[in-house]
């Protein structure tokens, strides 16, 4: 069977599209296991009250890629946080920059994997709107006890002694009320006639009733005796 010019060009051809279509499918595959700026992924967490600046890579052709991290200040000004090393992985490798970050503040990450990638994770980080904070901060604070006030400890303080001076002061009231003085008792034997004269006026005139009985006694004898003589 001789072989025409014909069915070498139809052979060729078809050689040529299966070149062409292995060489697309190279290149994709390629392509999606090559460095990518897609790969790198930036976040800001928190181990406590620290800040964290946290960049991810997960490119599978473990590119040895180097990222920067700056932090944007006003009127453009950027201040260069740290610069570190890092061979991604499919499930994803980590690299950790201590930061303790601001809320609401922005911060560049850029990436540089030798020839492939140059170029900033878009877009860039801002930081959340709420700072770290430890969980002793964040649990309810006890509250203190209330100390009584000046105004309100003073009666309680003044209460004391008065007792004391309520029974001092009701010792002499009862004492002469109970125990009536000398003086007093003068006076009432003084007004009623009861004092140390009564017995004697009252001997002498008992002793003058005695008399003047007898004298009568006597002179009435007298005159029944010259009556009858």
């Known amino acids: 069977m001789s072989i025409t010019r014909r069915s070498v060009r139809r052979s060729v051809r078809i050689l040529g599209v299966a070149s062409a279509s292995a ?3 190279l290149g994709l595959s390629s392509s999606a296991l090559a460095c990518n700026i897609r790969d790198f992924k930036a976040e800001a967490k928190c181990d406590g ?14 590119v040895k890629a180097t990222v920067t991290v700056f932090l944007k200040g006003d009127g453009g000004v950027e201040t260069k946080v740290g610069e570190q090393e890092v061979i991604g992985s499919k499930e994803g ?8 970050w601001k809320p609401d503040a922005t911060y560049r990450v850029h990436i540089t994997a030798g020839k492939i ?10 930081t959340q709107s709420t700072a770290c904070k ?43 009320s109970n125990a009536p003085s000398p003086a007093a008792g003068d006076s009432n034997l003084a007004e009623t ?12 005139a008992g002793a003058l009733v005695v008399v003047g009985g007898g004298a ?3 002179g009435m004898r007298r005159r029944g005796t010259r009556g009858n003589g």
């Open 93 to 100: 490798t980590q690299v950790t920059f201590p930061e303790n």
């Open 117 to 126: 990638v140059d170029e900033d994770i878009k877009p860039d980080l801002v």
């Open 134 to 176: 430890t969980e002793e901060s964040e649990s309810p604070t006890p509250t203190a006890p209330t100390t009584p006030s000046p105004s309100e400890s003073t009666p309680a303080e003044s209460a004391t002694p008065a007792p004391a001076e309520s029974e001092s002061s009701s010792a002499p009231a009862g004492t002469s």
């Open 193 to 204: 006639g009861a004092n140390s004269n009564t017995g004697l006026i009252a001997g002498v």
């Open 49 to 62: 009250e620290k800040g964290l600046i946290v960049v991810t890579d997960t490119d599978a052709s473990r």
């Open 23 to 25: 060489a697309v499918v």
């Open 216 to 218: 009568v006694f006597f």
